[in-house]
C-alpha cells in the first residue's frame, strides 16, 4: 500500500464566528424621480463622494444628467444645494466617476463623448463654479484616482488609452505627463485604481491585478502582477491599507468574496483572507473605501457592508444596510459606490434608490473564533494542521475551547486550551477515520461570552484493493493472449494491470503495464509459450495506491492455446529491424484488416490498414528506442501476433 499526501486547502483563506453584525443607523436619505433613467439598467445614479467646507459634511452624488452636491447640516433631510451637469447625459449615461483635490471636484464619464470637468466648491452651501471643462486629455474615462500628496489625477479605462497621468500642480489647468501604453510598457485595459505615493495599484478587469511604479512617468516600471488567486473574477477595484501591507480587492464577479491581498512583496503577492456579505449565493461585491480599521463596502444587492479589519488576516463583518430592497439576483442593481467622511460618518450610493447617509459605525467588541481555512480536504493517513484565533476581547481569565460535534472516533489535538484573548494555537487532525463534509464546530468560552465556528473536513480513503479472478492463482496452460478480470474495489479512479517473470523482483521484470478505468483487459500483446507470469492489479486514487495480492499463471503452447487460421499468415523481415520492417500478408479471408505496431507496454505506436486478401509494406521503426515490440494482425474476430526486435 503505498499514499502520498494530497493536503488540499480549498479556500485557504479565514473564517470567524463572533456576535451578530449590527444594522447601521440611517440618517438621512435622497432621491429625485425626475432624473432620467437609464435604458439598460433601469437605474438613475451611479458614483458617490464627499467634501468638507468650513467644517460642513456634503455629499456629491452622480446620474444620468450629471454631479448633484447634497447639504448634510440637517442629517433627517439631505438637500440639494448645487448641480453641475455632465458634459454627456441621458438614458445611456450609466458610468460617471468623481475625486476631490483640495477643493476641486474632478469628474469623467464612460459614455459619451465626454469630458473632463474641473469644479470648484469652495463656494458650498450658496454655489459650485465649473471651471475646467475640455476633451483635450479625456474624451472618455471608467474611473479617476487622485494622488493628492503628489497632486496627480490617475484616469483609466479611458478612449485612446487604459492609464492616463495629469498633473495638478495648477489645479484648474491639469498638463499630461503620460499615456499608457506606450513603447516603455504595454499596460492593459485598467477599470479602476488605486496610487499611493507613485505606485499604482491596477485592477485590470480579466487581466488581474498589476502593481506599477509610475514615479517617473516616462519610465513606469512594473513591479508585479497576480492574475491566478482564489475565486478570481472581474478585478475590479479596491483600497490599500494605511501600513501598505495589504490590498483590499473587489473582483466585481456574483458569488466572489472580497479578497485581502498580501502585497508586501510584488513578486509574491497572494490571497490570504476574505470576506463577504453572508448573503445569497449570487452576493457581488463593487466598491470599497477604508477608514482607520474599518472596510465599507458598496455591495449591489446587499447595500452598505462594514468590516473590521484590524487584523486583515481575520476580517468580521460588524454592520450593514441593505439599500436595495428587491430580491438578490444574477444582475447589477443596488449599491454603487461608497465614501467615508473623515468623521467616520459614511456614504453608499444606491443605482436604483439614490444617496444614503449614515452614521459613524462602532465597533463592537471582538469575541470572535478564526481559522486559517474553511474547508479542509486531507487524505487518510495525513495530518491537517488549522490556526485557531481567538477574539482579544474575552476575559483575560482564559477562552476554553471544545468540539462539540467531533466524531468519537476522530484523533485531533489542541495545541493549547485554554487560550489567551488574542493568542492563535494550533489544531492538529489527524487522517485515522475516512468520511466526507464533516461540519466541524469549535466552540470558545469565557464563563460569560460564547462563541462558535465552524468548517468543513473530509478526509479522503485510500482505494480498496483488487480482488483477482482470472486467470486465478496458479492457473496453467493459458492462452497466450489471456484475458484478465478481477472484481470492482471502492474509491477507486483508476486500475492499473501489471504482468512480470519474477515475483521478487516484480517491478524490475514487468513486460506488460496498462492503466485502465474497467475490471476486463483482453492482453494486446502475445506472452511466451510455456512460460510462468505474475500479474496483480493496483488501484489508485488522488491520495494514494493499493497493490492487490501476486497471481501466477502459465501459458501453453501455441498449438494448444492458439488454434488461429491466421497464424503463419502475417510475415516480417528483417528481424531484428534497424532502419525498416518490411511486411508481408497473404491468404486472408477479405475484408478490413488492421496492423498495429505496439510496445512492450501494450501501447499503440503505429497503426496501419488495407482492405483484400493480399497486402504488403514498409514500416520505418528507426525512430524507435531499441527493445522489443509487437505486431499484431486483426479484423475485429481473428488475430495474429509476431514478435519484433529494434536494433
Not at 90 to 108: E, I
Not at 222 to 234: C, E, I, K, R, S
Not at 567 to 579: C, I, M, R, S, T
Request: net charge negative.
Amino acid at each position: 500500500m503505498k499514499t502520498h499526501t494530497l493536503f488540499l486547502l480549498l479556500f485557504c483563506l479565514p473564517m470567524l464566528g463572533s456576535a451578530q453584525p449590527q444594522e447601521a443607523t440611517l440618517l438621512g436619505h435622497w432621491s429625485d424621480d425626475s432624473i432620467t433613467p437609464t435604458s439598460w439598467l433601469d437605474s438613475r445614479y451611479n458614483d458617490i463622494w464627499g467634501t468638507v467646507v468650513n467644517d460642513q459634511e456634503f455629499g456629491i452624488i452622480g446620474s444620468t444628467e450629471g454631479v448633484h452636491f447634497i447639504d448634510l447640516s440637517n442629517p433627517e433631510t439631505p438637500t440639494e444645494v448645487a448641480f453641475v451637469q455632465g458634459a454627456a447625459t441621458g438614458a445611456n449615461l450609466v458610468h460617471r466617476d468623481f475625486k476631490s483635490y483640495q477643493h476641486y471636484l474632478y469628474t469623467v464619464a464612460d459614455e459619451g463623448p465626454s469630458t473632463l470637468q474641473i469644479i470648484d466648491m469652495s463656494g458650498l452651501p450658496a454655489s459650485v463654479e465649473k471651471v475646467y471643462d475640455s476633451n483635450e486629455f479625456i474624451v472618455q474615462a471608467h474611473n479617476i484616482f487622485i494622488d493628492e500628496a503628489n497632486a496627480r489625477l490617475y484616469a483609466c479605462g479611458g478612449n485612446g488609452f487604459n492609464v492616463l497621468i495629469l498633473s495638478l500642480a495648477d489645479p484648474e489647468n491639469p498638463t499630461l505627463l503620460a499615456s499608457y501604453p506606450n513603447a516603455q510598457l504595454n499596460i492593459p485595459y485598467v477599470h479602476d485604481l488605486y496610487v499611493r505615493d507613485h505606485i499604482g495599484y491596477l485592477n485590470a478587469g480579466n487581466s488581474g491585478f498589476w502593481v506599477v511604479d509610475f514615479s517617473d512617468p516616462a519610465n513606469a516600471v512594473l513591479l508585479g502582477t497576480m492574475t491566478n488567486y482564489p475565486q478570481a473574477g472581474y478585478n475590479h477595484s479596491g483600497w490599500l491599507s494605511d501600513d501598505g501591507n495589504y490590498y483590499f480587492l473587489c473582483d466585481e464577479t456574483h458569488g466572489m468574496d472580497i479578497k485581502v491581498v498580501d502585497v508586501r512583496d510584488f513578486s509574491d503577492m497572494k490571497v490570504v483572507a476574505t470576506m463577504n456579505a453572508e448573503s445569497a449565493p449570487t452576493q457581488i461585491p463593487h466598491n470599497v473605501m477604508l477608514w482607520g480599521d474599518l472596510l465599507f463596502a458598496s455591495y449591489y444587492y446587499d447595500g452598505l457592508q462594514v468590516f473590521d479589519v484590524s487584523d486583515p488576516l481575520a476580517p468580521r463583518r460588524i454592520a450593514y444596510y441593505d439599500t436595495y430592497p428587491g430580491p438578490d439576483d444574477d444582475f447589477f442593481q443596488g449599491a454603487w459606490g461608497v465614501y467615508v467622511f473623515p468623521s467616520g460618518r459614511s456614504l453608499i450610493s444606491d443605482m436604483n434608490y439614490g444617496f444614503f447617509y449614515f452614521d459613524v459605525v462602532e465597533v463592537p467588541p471582538d469575541y470572535s473564533v478564526s481559522l486559517s481555512q474553511q474547508v479542509v480536504d486531507m487524505c487518510y493517513g495525513d495530518t491537517a494542521v488549522l490556526n485557531i484565533t481567538v477574539g482579544q476581547d474575552f476575559s483575560s481569565g482564559g477562552v476554553t475551547l471544545s468540539f462539540p460535534d467531533a466524531p468519537t472516533a476522530l484523533q485531533f489535538e489542541v495545541s493549547a486550551n485554554p487560550v489567551q484573548p488574542g493568542q492563535t494555537v494550533q489544531l492538529s487532525i489527524f487522517g485515522t477515520l475516512a468520511f466526507e463534509n464533516l461540519l466541524f464546530t469549535i466552540a470558545a468560552d469565557d464563563g460569560t461570552n460564547q462563541t462558535q465556528t465552524s468548517f468543513e473536513l473530509t478526509i479522503r480513503p485510500l482505494p480498496g484493493a483488487a480482488l483477482l479472478e482470472t486467470p486465478p492463482d496458479g492457473a496453467t496452460d493459458q492462452a497466450l493472449s489471456p484475458t484478465f478480470d478481477w472484481e470492482l474495489a471502492q474509491n477507486v479512479n483508476a486500475y492499473r494491470l501489471d504482468i512480470a517473470t519474477d515475483p521478487d523482483a516484480f517491478e524490475q521484470s514487468i513486460v506488460f503495464s496498462q492503466t485502465l478505468q474497467v475490471t476486463l483487459l483482453e492482453l494486446p500483446i502475445q506472452l511466451e509459450e510455456n512460460q510462468t507470469y505474475y500479474w496483480r492489479v493496483v488501484t489508485l486514487n488522488d491520495c494514494g495506491d493499493s497493490t492487490s495480492p501476486i497471481f501466477a499463471f502459465t501459458t501453453g503452447f501455441a498449438s494448444s492455446v492458439f488454434e488461429n487460421p491466421l497464424h503463419g499468415v502475417l510475415q516480417l523481415y528483417p528481424n531484428p529491424a534497424d532502419e525498416t520492417l518490411h511486411l508481408r500478408v497473404g491468404g486472408l479471408k477479405g475484408g478490413h484488416w488492421v496492423v498495429r505496431l505496439l510496445d512492450a507496454r501494450g501501447q499503440v505506436l503505429r497503426q496501419l490498414d488495407f482492405e483484400g486478401t493480399r497486402w504488403e509494406s514498409l514500416l520505418p521503426v528507426d525512430d524507435l528506442p531499441a527493445g522489443l515490440y509487437f505486431l499484431s494482425l486483426d479484423n475485429g474476430t481473428e488475430r495474429a501476433f509476431r514478435k519484433v526486435v529494434v536494433d
